[in-house]
């Protein structure tokens, strides 16, 4: 059909290689990502079908804890991932989305929200407050029933015939109400919730395509059925079958209320926002959750735009790379059907032999299929040669693949009156969670994020951060077990010069916080700001405060302007044990 015929020219987003063997790729730093954690008290998550498939290991994220940002304010979005990017070893591409909506929220279970509306409360799955959800149920039960995009590429994979199966997830299994399609590719062909923020990608030449493509400034269309008709089918027991594109969609009849109607294709307009940033991929290594060349997670700032209010939101970034074998003249001819096996037995058609200078037809295994044996050695021999032969461990369902994490709910506020327009809020955070290297990986040991924050005299200064209460009770950390907890003290004065280190107030080497006084400058902030900074709270002196065991886990400041300017350094008292972790930060005030 057109559709196809169009967009296989364009999806080219074909996610990422890995060995089947290896788990765990992609998490958010700060924002705290979920990757579907709740509020686990083990190391593992419970439930990796949640909300969304994330293809992480049952080890990555932080448990519930939510922040809220303002309108125009600056928010550091930092993340690792293991398979590399931006360097030769694969072809690497990341997006970064957003969502609101009214129902979207965390829920109180770890249990996936019902597929079958009847198992929940009311028969109304949008409103059982217990699950948490993100995409709605309707938008899966349309795609669960919408015919899949038949000019993908999907190896020699055995495929259903609807949008929940693809390559990667060829059995169609359900994570929450996540579209698996939609998952796996972009830009996306159909309406989605999502906001795109970035995209990042090995070929930045295609950055004016990705732009064009996004729905915050392209309509996207799909093929509207009548009013119930999904529930009709539901109720009858009856499966639906949904077109996927106009000429399809206008072609063809069914059956509702007794009589026979014709769908609509309609276009529900973009979002009516700016393109998304296109930018190239940062580098990072292989086999990896670490820091950049920099020594700094990758990231990117992110302005929160004013063109949306909401209580309820949530961000997720997905991981894209792609083997060698499919990026060759990828783009001038896509990797597309026409390069899927014929039978679940045979080899795909990528041409593996001719890039090893061999005919396509050959003897020596070289051919893109699951888990190939190869003749490496060419000798004469052959019969000698047989028993030098390897095996290629490759899965052409993860040969590419898509990783992917999300966030817990924040709120989006529309700025306060008292700050001008165009004044400048920097997000100040902390991310990480209680417990040593071992036991927090893949996620991380405290930090303040961004752990650097230069900022302009006369910009605001928004601290905030939060924690949890359910941590693993024996992980190693200061105060209460279990429990995550912050604070933010300015460092004492230098005593010695330091190599390398600008002037400024606090000593980075040093762990000993300065005593406050009338005389002591941290920002020029009062000395009601500086106490709650220490305490959470200017009064809350009392009860066990020495490691903060009876602070909360939230803390806001609000947002203060900065007047005063100069390099300030300081730390977070309780977790600054100088054998294991070291909670500091430093803010540059030009």
């Given at each position: 059909s057109l559709l196809y015929t169009i967009k296989f020219e364009m999806i080219l987003l074909l996610l990422l290689v890995v060995l089947v063997t290896v788990q765990g790729d992609v998490y958010l730093q700060g924002p705290r990502g979920s990757n579907n954690r709740l509020n686990e008290q083990g190391r593992a998550r419970n439930n990796g079908n949640r909300l969304f498939d994330s293809q992480n290991n049952n080890?990555?994220?932080?448990?519930?804890?939510?922040?809220?940002?303002?309108?125009?304010?600056?928010?550091?979005?930092?993340?690792?991932?293991?398979?590399?990017?931006?360097?030769?070893?694969n072809f690497c591409e990341l997006v970064v989305q957003y969502m609101c909506?009214?129902?979207?929220?965390?829920?109180?279970?770890?249990?996936?929200?019902?597929?079958?509306?009847?198992q929940c409360d009311r028969a109304d799955c949008n409103n059982d407050m217990e699950y948490g959800m993100h995409e709605n149920y309707e938008y899966y039960k349309e795609c669960r029933a919408r015919q899949r995009n038949k000019g993908l590429y999907t190896a020699d994979q055995n495929m259903k015939e609807e949008a929940h199966s693809t390559r990667q997830n060829?059995?169609?299994?359900?994570?929450?109400?996540?579209?698996?399609?939609?998952?796996?590719?972009?830009?996306?062909?159909?309406?989605?919730?999502?906001?795109?923020?970035?995209?990042?990608?090995?070929?930045?030449?295609?950055?004016?395509?990705?732009?064009?493509?996004?729905?915050?400034?392209?309509?996207?269309?799909?093929?509207?059925?009548?009013?119930?008709?999904?529930?009709?089918?539901?109720?009858?027991?009856?499966?639906?079958?949904?077109?996927?594109?106009?000429?399809?969609?206008?072609?063809?009849?069914v059956e509702h209320g007794g009589e026979m109607v014709t769908p609509k294709w309609v276009e529900t307009g973009s979002w009516n926002s700016a393109a998304p940033d296109c930018l190239a991929s940062p580098w990072s290594r292989d086999n990896h959750h670490g820091n950049n060349k920099g020594g700094y997670m990758n990231s990117y700032q992110w302005t929160v735009p004013d063109d949306i209010i909401h209580k309820n939101c949530v961000m997720r970034l997905r991981y894209n790379i792609t083997s060698g074998e499919m990026t060759n003249n990828r783009f001038v001819e896509p990797i597309n059907h026409e390069f899927n096996a014929e039978a679940d037995d045979q080899p795909t058609k990528i041409d593996i032999a001719t890039m090893h200078g061999l005919p396509v037809e050959n003897d020596r295994g070289y051919y893109f299929k699951q888990d190939p044996v190869v003749e490496v050695f060419n000798f004469e021999n052959k019969e000698?040669?047989?028993?030098?032969?390897?095996?290629?461990?490759?899965?052409?369902?993860?040969?590419?693949?898509?990783?992917?994490?999300?966030?817990?709910?924040?709120?989006?506020?529309?700025?306060?009156?008292?700050?001008?327009?165009?004044?400048?809020?920097?997000?100040?955070?902390?991310?990480?969670?209680?417990?040593?290297?071992?036991?927090t990986y893949p996620g991380v040991e405290y930090d303040f994020q961004p752990n650097i924050l230069k900022m302009n005299g006369g910009d605001y200064l928004h601290a905030q951060w939060t924690g949890a209460n359910s941590n693993p009770g024996n992980n190693a950390g200061q105060g209460r077990a279990g429990t995550d907890r912050s604070n933010m003290v300015l460092l004492r004065e230098r005593t010695w010069e330091k190599e390398g280190e600008e002037e400024g107030h606090g000593c980075y080497a040093c762990n000993y916080p300065v005593i406050l006084s009338d005389d002591i400058n941290f920002m020029g902030l009062k000395k009601e700001d500086l106490m709650a900074l220490a305490y959470h709270t200017h009064y809350q002196n009392h009860g066990d405060m020495d490691e903060l065991d009876d602070a909360a886990t939230y803390f806001d400041l609000g947002p203060r302007k900065i007047t005063t300017r100069g390099i300030y350094r300081y730390l977070c008292t309780r977790n600054n044990n100088f054998t294991n972790r070291s909670h500091k930060g430093q803010i540059h005030v030009k």
């Amino acid at each position: 059909s057109l559709l196809y015929t169009i967009k296989f020219e364009m999806i080219l987003l074909l996610l990422l290689v890995v060995l089947v063997t290896v788990q765990g790729d992609v998490y958010l730093q700060g924002p705290r990502g979920s990757n579907n954690r709740l509020n686990e008290q083990g190391r593992a998550r419970n439930n990796g079908n949640r909300l969304f498939d994330s293809q992480n290991n049952n080890r990555g994220g932080y448990n519930q804890g939510n922040l809220y940002y303002y309108t125009g304010s600056k928010v550091e979005i930092e993340w690792t991932n293991q398979h590399s990017c931006g360097n030769p070893n694969n072809f690497c591409e990341l997006v970064v989305q957003y969502m609101c909506g009214d129902l979207v929220r965390d829920g109180t279970t770890t249990n996936t929200i019902p597929e079958n509306r009847f198992q929940c409360d009311r028969a109304d799955c949008n409103n059982d407050m217990e699950y948490g959800m993100h995409e709605n149920y309707e938008y899966y039960k349309e795609c669960r029933a919408r015919q899949r995009n038949k000019g993908l590429y999907t190896a020699d994979q055995n495929m259903k015939e609807e949008a929940h199966s693809t390559r990667q997830n060829n059995n169609g299994n359900r994570r929450g109400y996540e579209c698996p399609e939609e998952r796996d590719y972009y830009p996306y062909w159909h309406p989605t919730p999502w906001r795109d923020i970035v995209v990042f990608t090995n070929e930045p030449e295609r950055c004016d395509y990705y732009k064009k493509e996004s729905q915050n400034v392209k309509n996207k269309g799909y093929c509207k059925y009548p009013d119930n008709f999904l529930a009709f089918k539901e109720a009858k027991g009856q499966k639906a079958h949904m077109m996927n594109n106009k000429e399809a969609c206008e072609s063809t009849q069914v059956e509702h209320g007794g009589e026979m109607v014709t769908p609509k294709w309609v276009e529900t307009g973009s979002w009516n926002s700016a393109a998304p940033d296109c930018l190239a991929s940062p580098w990072s290594r292989d086999n990896h959750h670490g820091n950049n060349k920099g020594g700094y997670m990758n990231s990117y700032q992110w302005t929160v735009p004013d063109d949306i209010i909401h209580k309820n939101c949530v961000m997720r970034l997905r991981y894209n790379i792609t083997s060698g074998e499919m990026t060759n003249n990828r783009f001038v001819e896509p990797i597309n059907h026409e390069f899927n096996a014929e039978a679940d037995d045979q080899p795909t058609k990528i041409d593996i032999a001719t890039m090893h200078g061999l005919p396509v037809e050959n003897d020596r295994g070289y051919y893109f299929k699951q888990d190939p044996v190869v003749e490496v050695f060419n000798f004469e021999n052959k019969e000698h040669n047989k028993k030098l032969d390897l095996e290629v461990t490759l899965n052409t369902n993860q040969f590419g693949r898509t990783f992917e994490d999300r966030t817990h709910v924040f709120e989006i506020r529309k700025r306060p009156a008292d700050i001008p327009a165009d004044a400048v809020i920097h997000n100040l955070n902390v991310r990480g969670k209680r417990g040593n290297i071992v036991q927090t990986y893949p996620g991380v040991e405290y930090d303040f994020q961004p752990n650097i924050l230069k900022m302009n005299g006369g910009d605001y200064l928004h601290a905030q951060w939060t924690g949890a209460n359910s941590n693993p009770g024996n992980n190693a950390g200061q105060g209460r077990a279990g429990t995550d907890r912050s604070n933010m003290v300015l460092l004492r004065e230098r005593t010695w010069e330091k190599e390398g280190e600008e002037e400024g107030h606090g000593c980075y080497a040093c762990n000993y916080p300065v005593i406050l006084s009338d005389d002591i400058n941290f920002m020029g902030l009062k000395k009601e700001d500086l106490m709650a900074l220490a305490y959470h709270t200017h009064y809350q002196n009392h009860g066990d405060m020495d490691e903060l065991d009876d602070a909360a886990t939230y803390f806001d400041l609000g947002p203060r302007k900065i007047t005063t300017r100069g390099i300030y350094r300081y730390l977070c008292t309780r977790n600054n044990n100088f054998t294991n972790r070291s909670h500091k930060g430093q803010i540059h005030v030009k």
